[in-house]
């Protein structure tokens, strides 16, 4: 099948954190898939913005996304639903209540699972529930409303240190690439297979020291950040704007 309006919907690694481009602008899974769909008459846009909940991609990307009129949506988020604290059951309202936001107005809707990132992180034991939650919730929302399934979970390669980046949540350019090639698959449409292709060899085990320094230089400026913006007031993403707000050749 061919698609001419391709929208994408969804947090900072829909936005492309971690894959930069030799100018320092963040390329990522979209503006790869983009890419591969590009042929005359195609056109572009990506409404991610970093930070972003499920419930506020509802009201904030939906309307937006709907007024473009697009042949494929792909939407990836629900990693700030988890690490917000919102329960289960929260987490797979707001998954259904997107998913068939998006389906009524969009002939191709996928949406994706989150990997497993909880054995990478102190106390992780605490999100594992809810990242089940979400991903249980998108198989259904997925399943009830027609939507494709990607199932990145599935990918072994998500154990693997180089399929993120340096906070160990935001995918790396290897992570965003096997995004793409998952997301190209499910739609049936050709793609580069070396996207897809196993990592060569094993990434070198992390030492005490490189766990010491993802805390002082990832975790602990993020946890002062969000502590500071939570006595203001201010929401993650908050001043940010969409990266590509309307449909545009991807030249």
């Known amino acids: 099948m061919t698609y001419q309006r391709f929208v994408a919907l969804g947090d900072s690694c829909t936005e492309g954190l971690d894959d930069l481009l030799p100018d320092g602008r963040y390329r990522g899974w979209a503006d790869r898939v983009a890419s591969v769909l590009d042929a005359p008459g195609f056109r572009y846009a990506n409404l991610g913005v970093r930070g972003r909940r499920l419930d506020q991609m509802l009201v904030e990307q939906v309307p937006s996304a709907a007024a473009l009129e ?3 949506v792909a939407v990836f988020g629900g990693g700030n639903d988890v690490m917000s604290g919102a329960s289960a059951a929260e987490i797979s309202a707001r998954a259904d209540a997107l998913v068939r936001a998006v389906t009524s107005f969009a002939p191709t809707v996928a949406v994706f699972t989150l990997s497993d990132v909880s054995h990478r992180m102190p106390f992780g034991w605490r999100v594992r529930p809810r990242i089940q939650a979400l991903n249980s919730a998108m198989r259904a929302a997925a399943d009830r409303h027609g939507a494709v399934l990607v199932d990145v979970e599935a990918d072994a390669c998500v154990h693997d240190s180089r399929y993120f980046g340096p906070d ?24 580069d297979p070396a ?3 196993p990592l060569d060899g094993t990434a070198a085990p992390s030492s005490l020291r490189d766990h010491w320094r993802w805390l002082r230089e990832q975790v602990l400026p993020v946890a002062c950040t969000r502590a500071r913006n939570k006595l203001i007031g201010r929401q993650p993403g908050d001043g940010f704007t969409p990266k590509r707000p309307t449909l545009l050749p991807l030249a």
């Open 168 to 191: 160990r949540l935001h995918l790396s350019s290897l992570g965003h690439r096997r995004l793409a090639g998952h997301l190209l698959s499910a739609l049936d449409v050709p793609f």
């Open 195 to 197: 996207w897809l292709a």
């Open 70 to 72: 697009p042949d494929l």
